[in-house]
């Protein structure tokens, strides 16, 4: 299908960053895939998003580094851009793995924002910096009930360059 390649943004959102990386160090990403897609004119909740979902073969709350504290975009500055990578969560401060790619500018994403109800939002952390027409071409790929039919398997995920500093143990 082609590459997705991101920037991270560890100087804003340093502990979700941070513990991304953790997975991809610990090469929790490797064999990992996108079973999630969520079009904005197909979907029924009131605060409609546009993304696809990924997952490590340890599935979509993967315990392999327990879960974070919320950045929320209120604190962050960063918001639910098209391209933006942010982490999924059920309530606040229980994300651990499982991350998200906006394919289409998503505010209802925001702190503030209706899709949780919590209104907490998600924790933005980087910017796809090239490849979000591969993001989009798997959010257009066939599903049933936001359920990826099959899922699309990441073949790699690898950090280019030295951690940053803030992410250094």
């Known amino acids: 299908r ?18 991304f990386l953790r997975y ?8 990992a895939r996108f079973f999630r897609t969520v079009v904005s004119a197909t979907n029924a909740n009131p605060h409609p998003i546009d993304v696809i979902q990924a997952e490590t073969t340890g599935g979509s709350d993967d315990p392999g580094f327990g879960p974070i504290a ?6 962050t500055g960063l918001s639910h851009l098209a391209g933006t990578i942010s982490m999924a969560r059920g309530g606040p401060d229980s994300a651990t793995s499982s991350f998200f790619i906006v394919t289409q500018d998503t505010p209802a ?3 503030g924002g209706g899709r949780n109800a919590d209104g907490q939002g998600f924790a933005a952390f980087g910017r796809v910096t090239s490849g979000l027409d591969t993001a989009r071409a798997i959010q257009a790929s066939p599903a049933e009930a936001e359920q990826l039919k099959p899922p699309v398997k ?6 280019i360059g030295a951690a940053p500093a803030v992410c250094r143990h």
Do not use: K, Q
């Open 2 to 19: 082609g590459d997705i390649a991101v920037t991270l943004d560890a100087a804003r959102a340093p502990v979700t960053a941070c513990n």
């Open 109 to 111: 994403l925001d702190f």
């Open 154 to 159: 990441i073949s790699a995920v690898e950090m």
């Open 24 to 31: 991809v160090e610990a090469g929790r990403y490797r064999d």
């Open 70 to 75: 919320l950045e929320r975009t209120r604190d």
